[in-house]
């Protein structure tokens, strides 16, 4: 009777990219590995005014890989699956947002509170960052109540807006 070798261990490609700026991807392992191995990604050096964003890791079929967070923003671990992987970082501007400045125009003004009135009455919409600086009560809606708080702080600009207290 014939003695079988053991099978070679198989290595499956890792590939790392980032989406949305630059930032600097490794993993450890490196360039590939064998399934059941755990690859941790760091991430570093993201670009000046940009910020993570996501992780997501998946196989040459498009499978959803998990990934655990060690540090979050930083770094990651995975189980390499019996398939190649691609580790995508994506990275996004960091946004400043003044409250009650909604038209980001470095003043807060009736201007403002203009637009928030005319968004609550559905004759002119918000984008996503307008209506974060117009939500300045903190709730869940942009309502009368954020268009009267802004109305409040240009007559009195030293009081801070609910939403900038703790």
Do not use: C
């Not at 939500?135 to 802004?150: H, K, P, R």
């Amino acid at each position: 009777m014939k003695n079988n070798p053991p099978a070679p261990y198989v290595k499956y490609a890792i590939v790392a990219n980032v989406v949305g700026g630059t930032a600097t991807v490794s993993t450890n392992p490196a360039a590939e590995t064998t399934e059941g191995v755990t690859v941790t990604v760091s991430i570093a050096n993201i670009e000046a005014s940009k910020q993570f964003k996501s992780i997501t890791v998946t196989d040459v079929d498009s499978g959803a890989v998990a990934t655990t967070t060690v540090t979050s923003g930083k770094s990651y671990t995975f189980t390499m699956p019996a398939k190649a992987v691609t580790v995508t970082v994506a990275v996004q501007w960091v946004t400043t947002v003044v409250y009650g400045d909604v038209n980001d125009d470095g003043d807060i003004d009736v201007t403002d509170a203009v637009l928030v009135l005319k968004h609550i009455t559905d004759s002119s919409t918000l984008n996503a960052q307008q209506q974060i600086a117009a939500n300045v009560n903190g709730d869940t809606e942009i309502d009368i109540t954020d268009a009267v708080l802004i109305l409040k702080h240009i007559t009195d600009p030293n009081t801070p807006f609910p939403i900038e207290t703790p």
